[in-house]
């Protein structure tokens, strides 16, 4: 099959999978190499190459940080020329507004003039697991991956905003970033979105040049990007070259209509939801996933399995992690780490056993710390096929 042939046709066969749950990840045994715009990536699933959006593997998420060249990658336009070449002649963030002091900052200036901070942070598309929605929906057909924890470094967004003065009019804070638009239009801006005022103040929202220690990749938002954790990803926008802090809420492209937006009130599947009935996500569900073993292995029946993976969620840490071998009729209770930092996701172990030979599936559930479980099935269908935290499961055969 040629690559177009695979890359118009890998939605629809991962939609064949997710009628029967999460057992089988797309992608997962070929484990294809990327196209020639991912250079620098190994390994990652491809969903398309323009704009280049591509997601890990489940067992390439083991490690405590999600390394540079498995992390997720999603894009709305073109990777700028800027990160590309790494060349920062001429750059400089803006920050525009409803400030007292507009402020224009080389990276030198940020570097120097504020606190640099270092954390682990996850961060996850809130398309993550739309492969599973029934009946389906548009965008990309992501299943599990996209999602992963690096260590960023940075300085804190809210110190930077101080420094220019925030005005009592100030109600949210967006970005801009110079990735031109797929048509070429330079007046065109592919994606411009923003979080609340409260969310920017927060301690743990960042303005980062470093991933993983090594400068931020070109895939990842050369020479600076916001990190938002525990808000969809799409809020820490790439390629700044302005924050606009605003008197009401951000309109740019991809914060109206239906974009990174759910139904205010449960709607049946496949409804026809008014537009206005729609509301902006803002902190992600609990959610975990099984990284050890992968799906699909056998195991001797009367030897016990060890099971890993790795929790988190948008509002605060995880409280438990429960894992099943039984379909739910039992549980058995993780060991759960605390998170390297706040909004860095946790290892939770456990180990199952089988009486006799024969199929097994493996279920994980995690609950926040407000008492917020997974859901067994993909919950609350949506137009855009947002915000699927459902148990995570993986098949074993005991023999």
Not at 128 to 137: E, L, Y
Not at 303 to 320: D, I, K, Q, S, Y
Not at 349 to 372: C, L, M, N
Request: glycine share 10%.
């Amino acid at each position: 099959m040629s690559r177009r042939r695979f890359l118009s046709s890998a939605p629809a066969a991962g939609a064949g999978l997710a009628a029967v749950g999460s057992l089988v990840e797309a992608g997962g045994r070929e484990r294809r190499q990327p196209a020639a715009a991912l250079e620098g990536k190994t390994g990652l699933r491809i969903l398309s190459e323009r704009p280049v959006n591509a997601e890990t593997v489940v067992t390439d998420l083991d490690p405590r940080r999600t390394s540079n060249d498995k992390h997720f990658v999603r894009n709305n336009g073109e990777v700028p020329e800027r990160a590309l070449s790494g060349d920062l002649g001429g750059w400089v963030l803006e920050v525009v507004g409803e400030v007292e002091s507009e402020l224009r900052l080389g990276l030198d200036d940020i570097r120097a003039g504020f606190e640099n901070v270092t954390a682990s942070l996850v961060l996850e598309c809130a398309g993550n697991g739309r492969a599973a929605f029934r009946p389906m929906v548009a965008g990309n057909a992501w299943w599990l991956g996209a999602v992963g924890c690096a260590r960023y470094t940075g300085v804190r967004l809210r110190d930077v905003l101080a420094s220019a003065g925030i005005r009592d009019t100030a109600v949210y804070v967006a970005w801009y970033g110079e990735d031109p638009h797929l048509s070429g239009d330079a007046a065109e801006v592919p994606i411009s979105r923003g979080v609340p005022l409260s969310k920017a103040m927060d301690e743990s929202t960042l303005l980062a040049w470093e991933m993983n220690g090594e400068p931020l990749p070109p895939h990842h938002g050369f020479p600076l990007r916001i990190v938002a954790p525990g808000y969809p990803a799409s809020a820490s926008g790439k390629w700044l070259t302005r924050l606009w802090v605003r008197d009401r809420v951000h309109d740019g492209p991809k914060m109206t209509g239906f974009s990174y937006r759910v139904p205010r009130y449960p709607v049946a599947p496949g409804a026809d939801v008014p537009e206005e009935d729609m509301q902006i996500i803002g902190e992600m569900p609990v959610k975990s996933l099984i990284t050890r073993p992968a799906t699909g292995i056998q195991h001797p029946a009367v030897t016990p399995l060890p099971v890993r993976g790795w929790a988190w969620a948008g509002g605060g840490p995880v409280h438990a992690v429960h894992v099943s071998s039984d379909f739910g009729a039992t549980w058995i209770e993780c060991r759960l780490q605390e998170p390297e930092n706040r909004f860095a996701w946790q290892r939770f172990e456990a180990t199952v056993g089988f009486d006799i030979a024969g199929h097994y599936e493996i279920w994980a559930r995690a609950t926040d710390h407000r008492g917020r479980t997974q859901p067994m099935v993909v919950p609350g269908w949506n137009p855009r096929g947002y915000l699927n935290n459902a148990m995570h499961r993986i098949a074993v055969t005991a023999v």
